[in-house]
């Protein structure tokens, strides 16, 4: 163990005692016995049965409650980190309760009496100091922020004395200088909603980065289907082939798989790893759907586990009183928000809406949760000096689902994640690497009015009612159970034909035939299914194998995909210049229907219809869901040309990374990206 010299010790000291910090550390102590007094006076004053609430006698509990907080958090976060996961998560929740419970117990003055009052005394004063704490911060992220640096300063000291620093310090530990990359997903926003957020000066972080010239902003084309798990397959993994829709049928095995359900995403998983991943060279995963063959997964739902004793990030997390506890208060405080919001939308009358009760009231405050969860490993790992760091953050495509995409509530979502985008590039100098920043999305959003709410009828209901066979080729039952069933999950029946929706795409299975068929075998078995799909006023594609090649069909006229002939109305039109291409390279995805769907597109307004009760969409074709946005340092060329589909992104990140020297190369990488640029300066500026 290092022993420092004295004249090191006095520099220690004399930094310590510096005015500033002293000011600082004044200021925080302060904040912290107003806070805690006023909470304690309130929550005494309104209980009943307590003898006084003299300001003397709070001021020693104010006192008492530091006191107790210095000797039980530590032990609490002991705790916390030594049961990991869901445990982590139970003791967090009830650990600010506990220390404030065992305060008031204490309490010379016995003013309460009693374990059940005690209990709904400190519960209430916990309650009301994370209210007031935000207020006092005024709506800002500083007092998360001050957590976090007090969590990566603890980290990287340990760091120091493993390594054989001294066992006891003073000084902050230096900025790194090695070069480090986070990549930070903002879910769902379009590179033209991002635009005109930045130009409204709703957005100061990404707005200052873009006017001072550090960044550049610039879109990318998604592609179909343009949804989260297939972009992830693509950027992480440069595999998005792998993935036809959000979710979709499998003839050969008889298994509906959804890519956001954990078993699932762990079966997909393996097919898209072949040691390339975007994160192989020991980066991390966080919040992801795939793992993109990161030495760290942390909430990556392919892994299907909560962070473990070794994540020291979400043990803090949960013990800090400015972390779980400040989400969960403020989250209940979502929930009235969100339940007032869609109350005003009624009342005004704001087309197109759906519902916005049910499931949705609980991921809003959850979807905040994550990210804040989110941020806070970020923090971890940036002080563990992971080279590498991929993570999404997905509150604005969960509210603008349901709001809409330009809709204000979804805005507000994104001026948070902007924030959060200021708090990770002030944590930058407590790093123990030089981080650049890169921003991007995995696909926009679309909006418009559902085709329930434009037809009357959902797309299965349609679709049953063009299939019309023939009695002697009908099912002697309404479901069949040709499906390959799980032995460890009860049977599900498989419908003949089978509509997997996914936004305003949708894939239509012929579920009694093991291969994919052309259209004249399902003419065959059901005459009127194509054109009367192809024929409805909601559906503007229908794309179909004929004569061995990918047909789109449309309600006045059809093109062949491979060469581009078309007869009658061209179908495409609507789409935009890349909707052939994307249609021929989803026709080469894996597990592609036998039919594929396409809502129709408006023309002026570029609103689709999506299959699902969604106001905001993504999945398919038509408006923003395919304009993806990507932010990067200003001096970073983009080398893959543009950026068509998601695994052009990947082969990007990748050349980002070896131009910071974080990618060992290999033949395969050569094969991938044949021109590596050249190395440039690191700046340390995000």
Same mark, same amino acid.
């Given at each position: 163990?290092?022993?420092?010299?004295?004249?090191k010790?006095?520099?220690?000291?004399r930094?310590l005692?510096?005015?500033?910090r002293?000011?600082d550390r004044?200021?925080?102590?302060?904040?912290?016995?107003?806070i805690?007094?006023?909470?304690l006076?309130?929550t005494?004053?309104?209980?009943?049965g307590v003898r006084?609430t003299?300001?003397?006698?709070?001021?020693?509990?104010v006192?008492?409650v530091s006191?107790?907080?210095?000797v039980?958090?530590p032990?609490l976060?002991?705790?916390?980190?030594?049961?990991?996961?869901?445990?982590?998560?139970?003791?967090g929740?009830v650990?600010?309760v506990?220390v404030?419970?065992?305060a008031?117990?204490?309490?010379p003055?016995?003013?309460?009496?009693?374990?059940?009052t005690?209990?709904v005394a400190?519960?209430?004063?916990v309650?009301g100091a994370a209210?007031?704490? +935000?207020? #006092?911060?005024s @709506?800002?992220?500083? %007092?998360?922020?001050?957590?976090? /640096?007090?969590?990566?300063? !603890?980290? *990287?000291?340990?760091?120091?004395?493993?390594?054989?620093?001294s066992?006891?310090?003073l000084?902050?530990p230096?900025p790194g200088?090695?070069?480090?990359?986070?990549?930070i997903?903002l879910?769902?926003?379009?590179?033209?909603?991002l635009? +005109?957020? #930045?130009?409204? @000066?709703?957005l100061? %972080?990404?707005?200052?980065?873009? /006017?001072?010239?550090t960044h !550049?902003m *610039?879109g990318?084309?998604?592609?179909?289907?343009?949804?989260?798990?297939?972009?992830?397959?693509g950027?992480?993994?440069g595999?998005?082939?792998?993935?036809?829709?959000?979710r979709w049928?499998?003839?050969?095995?008889?298994?509906l798989?959804?890519?956001?359900r954990?078993?699932?995403?762990?079966?997909?998983?393996p097919r898209?790893s072949d040691?390339?991943?975007l994160? *192989?060279d020991?980066g991390?995963?966080i919040?992801n759907a795939f793992?993109g063959d990161?030495?760290?997964?942390?909430l990556?739902?392919?892994?299907?586990a909560?962070?473990?004793?070794?994540?020291r990030?979400?043990a803090?997390?949960m013990?800090?009183?400015?972390?779980f506890t400040?989400?969960l208060?403020l989250g209940v405080g979502?929930?009235?928000?969100?339940?007032y919001q869609?109350?005003?939308q009624?009342r005004r009358?704001?087309l197109?809406?759906?519902?916005?009760?049910g499931?949705?009231?609980?991921?809003?405050?959850?979807?905040?949760?994550?990210r804040?969860?989110?941020?806070s490993?970020i923090a971890?790992q940036?002080?563990?000096?992971?080279?590498a760091?991929y993570?999404?953050?997905?509150?604005?495509?969960?509210?603008?689902?349901?709001?809409?995409p330009a809709r204000?509530?979804s805005?507000?979502?994104?001026e948070?994640?902007d924030?959060?985008?200021?708090?990770?590039?002030r944590?930058?100098?407590?790093?123990?690497r030089?981080y650049?920043?890169?921003v991007?999305?995995?696909?926009?959003?679309?909006?418009?009015a559902?085709?329930r709410?434009?037809?009357?009828?959902?797309?299965?209901q349609?679709?049953?009612?063009?299939?019309?066979?023939?009695?002697?080729?009908?099912?002697a039952?309404?479901?069949?159970?040709?499906?390959t069933?799980?032995p460890?999950?009860?049977?599900?029946p498989v419908?003949p034909?089978l509509?997997?929706?996914?936004?305003?795409l949708?894939?239509?299975?012929?579920?009694?035939?093991?291969?994919?068929l052309?259209?004249?075998r399902?003419?065959r078995?059901?005459?009127q299914l194509v054109?009367g799909?192809a024929?409805?006023?909601?559906v503007?594609?229908?794309?179909?194998r004929?004569?061995g090649?990918?047909v789109?069909?449309g309600?006045?006229g059809?093109q062949?995909l491979?060469d581009?002939?078309?007869?009658g109305?061209?179908?495409?039109?609507?789409?935009g210049?890349?909707?052939?291409?994307d249609?021929?390279?989803h026709q080469?995805?894996?597990?592609v229907?036998?039919?594929v769907?396409?809502?129709?597109?408006?023309?002026?307004?570029?609103?689709?219809?999506?299959f699902?009760?969604?106001?905001g969409s993504?999945?398919?074709?038509g408006?923003w869901q395919?304009?993806?946005?990507l932010?990067h340092p200003?001096?970073?060329q983009?080398?893959?040309g543009e950026?068509i589909g998601?695994?052009?992104?990947?082969?990007?990140?990748?050349?980002?990374?070896a131009l910071l020297?974080l990618r060992?190369?290999?033949p395969?990488d050569?094969?991938?990206?044949p021109?590596a640029?050249?190395?440039?300066p690191?700046?340390?500026?995000?």
């Open positions: 163990m290092a022993v420092q010299p004295p004249r010790r006095r520099t220690e000291l930094g005692v510096a005015w500033p002293v000011l004044a200021k925080a102590v302060l904040r912290n016995g107003l805690t007094f006023v909470v006076f309130f005494l004053w309104l209980m009943p006084s003299d300001v003397i006698g709070t001021l020693g509990l006192i008492l006191v107790v907080g210095a039980l958090r032990l976060l002991f705790g916390v980190t030594a049961l990991g996961g869901w445990g982590a998560m139970l003791l929740v650990a600010q506990i404030m419970a065992v008031l117990e204490l309490d003055s016995k003013r309460l009496s009693g374990w059940p005690v209990g400190a519960f209430c004063a309650v209210i007031l704490d +935000w207020m #006092v911060d @709506g800002t992220e500083d %007092t998360f922020m001050k957590e976090a /640096r007090r969590l990566m300063r !603890a980290i *990287r000291r340990r760091q120091a004395r493993q390594a054989g620093g066992l006891f310090t000084r902050r230096e200088t090695e070069p480090g990359l986070l990549m997903q879910d769902g926003v379009s590179e033209p909603v635009r +005109w957020a #930045v130009r409204a @000066g709703n100061p %972080t990404l707005g200052r980065w873009l /006017r001072t010239g !550049a *610039r990318w084309h998604t592609g179909i289907p343009s949804t989260t798990p297939a972009s992830q397959a950027i992480l993994h595999a998005s082939r792998q993935i036809p829709a959000f049928y499998e003839k050969e095995t008889g298994k798989l959804v890519s956001n954990p078993r699932d995403a762990a079966v997909i998983q898209l040691g390339r991943g994160l *192989r020991g991390v995963s919040g793992n990161a030495a760290i997964n942390l990556t739902v392919s892994s299907a909560l962070p473990g004793r070794s994540a990030g979400w803090a997390f013990a800090s009183p400015f972390g400040r989400a208060v979502e929930v009235a928000v969100e339940l869609a109350r005003l009624r009358n704001l197109p809406r759906v519902s916005r009760s499931a949705f009231l609980a991921l809003r405050p959850a979807a905040m949760l994550l804040d969860v989110n941020v490993l971890e940036m002080a563990r000096g992971a080279p760091v993570c999404d953050l997905v509150d604005y495509d969960e509210v603008a689902h349901h709001a809409g204000p509530e805005m507000r979502q994104l948070n994640l924030r959060m985008l200021g708090v990770l590039e944590l930058g100098p407590e790093a123990a030089a650049r920043i890169v991007l999305s995995d696909h926009g959003q679309s909006q418009g559902t085709f709410q434009r037809h009357g009828e959902t797309l299965d349609a679709v049953e009612r063009f299939a019309v066979p023939d009695q002697a080729d009908a099912p039952s309404a479901a069949e159970q040709e499906a069933e799980e460890e999950f009860p049977p599900s419908a034909l509509v997997v929706s996914s936004g305003n949708s894939l239509v299975y012929l579920t009694r035939f093991k291969e994919r052309e259209k004249d399902i003419d078995a059901y005459p054109a799909l024929g409805h006023p909601g503007g594609l229908v794309v179909v004929e004569d090649a990918p789109a069909y309600p006045g059809r062949r491979t581009g002939e078309v007869e109305i061209d179908p495409l039109l609507p789409y210049p890349h909707a052939r291409a249609l021929l390279r080469e995805a894996e597990h229907g036998d039919l769907l396409i809502s129709k597109v408006d023309p002026v307004t570029d609103e689709v219809a999506a699902e009760e969604l106001v993504h999945g398919g074709l408006g395919t304009d993806a946005m932010v200003a001096e970073w983009i080398t893959q950026l998601p695994d052009a992104v990947h082969r990007q990140l990748v050349d980002w990374l020297g060992t190369q290999s395969a050569d094969e991938l990206s021109a640029p050249a190395r440039l690191v700046s340390l500026d995000s």
